[in-house]
């Protein structure tokens, strides 16, 4: 029984996402994306679905030289471009020391720009002064690959805070942030990461929700719906326990609409499941992770569906496409996976590579 509704709902994947692709979601590569009317649009007022993926170690592989590998970069965009994707998550080592440290991330731009895919790039915060540095360096680069300024490149989605300190000074330090992003560059979009707390109940999280969404300067948010880290389901029942996992999303995404409604500003959802069994490697089964990105894809789909919605997109919890990891541990020579804490995460367990059926 449970292999009929996860095989139905791989159909759904592929339909929806299907349904997804044919809206009006083609835009010339000059076009920059900003927000109207809580949701995105291209310069000719088209609207702009996000259709995301998190490659947080796409500036590395886009290094010179045996620092990187633009072999496999080059191949991974492909597979993405033709999986539907339009954007990547993507960190530049920091912080910037020296202007040398950003020529992969020139190369990574160009070859997005190629392909018409964007940048969601991010940009860690837990200190302000390093956040404002990175910000101001990134805004001011000149592309020596293509020669294009980064405050104009249109290939660049948006400038997007992450990790900030959870403390009660937080608020502040993102709008500063915010305010700091809009003036040295107002054509680009400014976001930050919001991730759930374990202690609030739905209500309670929209409130904080519309309180960090209502900052001055920031345009929407990325927020996180990691199950299995948020308590929704425990390692032992990723399958069993997904009808508690599709409420609390639905009622949470309902809420998050309603919020963000009410101040015209959009949001995305940035979700990941482990593979099931908490195992690691390609081949090993996903049925849990696919059961949750279908339900995640038919809710979208929904809110599109009825209308106007701020729910403006989805960004997978990640790519490691033609990585191969050794073993659960990460060793020294390891290609890069959706991993990136080389500390606490198993490599691999979020991973989604080559072959695999995602959503799009």
Same mark, same amino acid.
Not at 66 to 80: C, H, I, T
Not at 272 to 285: A, E, K, Q, V
């Given at each position: 029984?449970?292999?009929?509704?996860?095989?139905?709902?791989?159909?759904?994947?592929?339909?929806l996402?299907?349904?997804?692709?044919?809206?009006?979601?083609?835009?010339?590569?000059?076009?920059?994306?900003?927000?109207?009317?809580?949701?995105?649009?291209t310069?000719?007022?088209?609207?702009?679905?996000?259709?995301?993926?998190?490659?947080?170690?796409?500036?590395?592989?886009?290094?010179r030289?045996?620092?990187?590998?633009?072999?496999?970069?080059?191949?991974?965009?492909?597979?993405?471009?033709?999986?539907?994707?339009?954007?990547?998550?993507?960190?530049?080592?920091?912080?910037?020391?020296?202007?040398?440290?950003?020529?992969?991330?020139?190369f990574?731009?160009?070859?997005?720009?190629?392909?018409?895919?964007?940048?969601?790039?991010?940009?860690?915060?837990?200190?302000?002064?390093?956040?404002?540095?990175?910000?101001?360096?990134?805004?001011?680069?000149?592309?020596?690959?293509?020669?294009?300024?980064?405050?104009?490149?249109?290939?660049?989605?948006?400038?997007?805070?992450?990790?900030?300190?959870?403390?009660?000074?937080s608020?502040?330090?993102?709008?500063?942030?915010?305010?700091?992003?809009?003036?040295?560059?107002?054509?680009?979009?400014?976001?930050?990461?919001?991730?759930?707390?374990?202690?609030?109940?739905?209500?309670?999280?929209?409130?904080?929700?519309?309180?960090?969404?209502?900052?001055?300067?920031?345009?929407?948010?990325?927020?996180?719906?990691?199950?299995a880290? $948020?308590?929704?389901?425990? /390692?032992?029942n990723?399958?069993?326990?997904?009808?508690? *996992? =599709?409420?609390? !999303? +639905?009622?949470?995404?309902?809420?998050?609409?309603r919020?963000?409604?009410?101040?015209?500003?959009?949001?995305?959802?940035?979700?990941?499941?482990?593979?099931?069994?908490?195992?690691?490697?390609?081949?090993?089964?996903t049925?849990?992770?696919?059961?949750?990105?279908?339900?995640?894809?038919?809710?979208?789909?929904?809110?599109?569906s009825?209308?106007?919605?701020?729910?403006?997109?989805?960004?997978?919890?990640?790519?490691?496409?033609?990585?191969?990891?050794?073993?659960?541990?990460?060793?020294?020579? $390891?290609?890069?996976?959706? /991993?990136?804490?080389?500390?606490t995460?198993?490599?691999? *367990? =979020?991973?989604? !590579? +080559?072959?695999?059926?995602?959503?799009?």
């Amino acid at each position: 029984m449970k292999m009929k509704i996860l095989n139905r709902f791989t159909y759904r994947i592929a339909t929806l996402f299907f349904a997804l692709s044919i809206l009006p979601n083609l835009m010339a590569q000059s076009d920059l994306v900003r927000v109207n009317d809580a949701s995105f649009c291209t310069a000719n007022n088209q609207p702009y679905l996000l259709q995301g993926m998190q490659m947080w170690y796409a500036p590395r592989l886009a290094q010179r030289g045996a620092q990187g590998n633009r072999q496999r970069l080059n191949a991974e965009l492909d597979s993405l471009k033709q999986l539907g994707v339009n954007c990547l998550a993507v960190l530049p080592d920091q912080p910037i020391h020296g202007k040398d440290e950003l020529q992969g991330m020139d190369f990574l731009l160009n070859e997005l720009y190629k392909r018409n895919m964007k940048a969601l790039v991010l940009i860690e915060a837990n200190a302000e002064q390093t956040a404002l540095k990175t910000l101001e360096t990134l805004v001011n680069r000149i592309n020596k690959v293509n020669k294009k300024s980064y405050k104009t490149d249109p290939t660049i989605l948006s400038w997007h805070f992450t990790n900030l300190p959870k403390t009660d000074t937080s608020s502040t330090l993102l709008a500063h942030l915010c305010q700091a992003a809009q003036r040295l560059d107002g054509k680009h979009l400014v976001s930050t990461q919001y991730d759930l707390h374990k202690e609030l109940s739905v209500e309670e999280e929209g409130q904080v929700f519309q309180r960090v969404l209502s900052t001055e300067g920031l345009n929407f948010v990325s927020v996180t719906f990691m199950p299995a880290c $948020d308590g929704w389901v425990t /390692e032992s029942n990723l399958i069993d326990g997904l009808g508690m *996992v =599709y409420l609390r !999303f +639905d009622a949470l995404i309902d809420t998050f609409n309603r919020q963000a409604t009410r101040i015209y500003k959009p949001y995305v959802a940035l979700c990941g499941y482990p593979r099931d069994g908490m195992f690691t490697l390609p081949g090993s089964r996903t049925d849990a992770r696919d059961a949750f990105f279908a339900s995640v894809v038919s809710k979208l789909h929904t809110c599109i569906s009825e209308g106007l919605s701020p729910f403006s997109g989805i960004i997978w919890y990640g790519w490691a496409g033609t990585a191969r990891p050794a073993a659960d541990a990460w060793q020294a020579d $390891d290609a890069y996976t959706a /991993e990136p804490n080389i500390v606490t995460e198993k490599k691999g *367990v =979020y991973s989604i !590579f +080559d072959g695999e059926e995602i959503a799009y």
